[in-house]
């Protein structure tokens, strides 16, 4: 199976200051159509996930400008420009090329 | 828009079955692949299984193989999870979502398992 693993797993901001996710995959995510199935997720306390970010780098419609995703191949990363208050979450990438589908554990941002 | 309202979990003992349901609109259910995901008390997400639109391929996670059975009916719109033989670590909260990217997800429905 493919191991994701996230760091940090803990990540106090202050707002308005950026914020970083890596991710590492233990395997290649290009599939062999060439497109990377990488996805970052938000999930809220209380709430269902959201997707934010698709194969790496596309926003979801709604997901505001300060979220890109970046990276290539086996690492990814979750950037936040500046982060706000509605920013407190726990993030999590997950891999669509291989099965089993893979989760990252997770990483919470506090303010 | 596109909704996913799932219903069925509760409360079962061990060794007990439960059957999961979950009614998509606002989108051409019958052409896409769906997926069920889980999320145990404080952890994290766990993906379960998946059904390809036409039910010709399905797959699950081994933690479920051989307990869990996925299914669908594209003419009601609705994708089911029957769950047997269920264990106290399978409680948690259980999600559907649409799509091989994971695009939109259901508001999740608790399955607990308890003597």
């Known amino acids: 199976d493919v191991v994701m693993t996230q760091s940090p797993l803990f990540l106090p901001v202050t707002l308005g200051q950026p914020a970083s996710i890596s991710c590492t995959s233990s395997?290649?995510?290009?599939?062999?159509?060439?497109?990377?199935?990488l996805m970052w997720f938000q999930q809220k306390p209380g709430q269902s996930p959201r997707r934010l970010i698709y194969?790496?780098?596309i926003r979801d419609s709604g997901v505001p400008d300060r979220f890109s995703g970046s990276g290539s191949g086996t690492h990814f990363t979750l950037k936040i420009s500046r982060v706000e208050a509605e920013d407190v979450a726990v993030y999590y990438c997950m891999q669509g090329t291989h099965w089993p589908r893979t989760f990252g554990q997770g990483t919470k941002l506090e303010i | 828009d596109v909704q996913l309202v799932q219903s069925g979990g509760g409360l079962v003992k061990p060794g007990g079955s439960l059957r999961l349901s979950c009614v998509a609109s606002?989108?051409?259910?019958?052409?896409?692949?769906v997926n069920w995901v889980r999320q145990a008390p404080g952890k994290g997400l766990e993906w379960v299984s998946s059904i390809s639109a036409t039910s010709g391929y399905i797959y699950y996670a081994d933690s479920v193989k051989g307990r869990f059975t996925i299914s669908r009916d594209n003419a009601k719109n609705s994708l089911y999870l029957q769950m047997n033989s269920l264990r106290a670590e399978d409680t948690g909260v259980y999600y559907c979502s649409s799509g091989t990217r994971l695009d939109h997800w259901g508001q999740g429905t608790l399955v607990t398992v308890s003597s």
């Open positions: 194969e790496v780098a």
């Open positions: 606002g989108f051409t259910f019958s052409s896409y692949l």
């Open positions: 395997q290649s995510l290009v599939y062999s159509t060439g497109n990377t199935y």
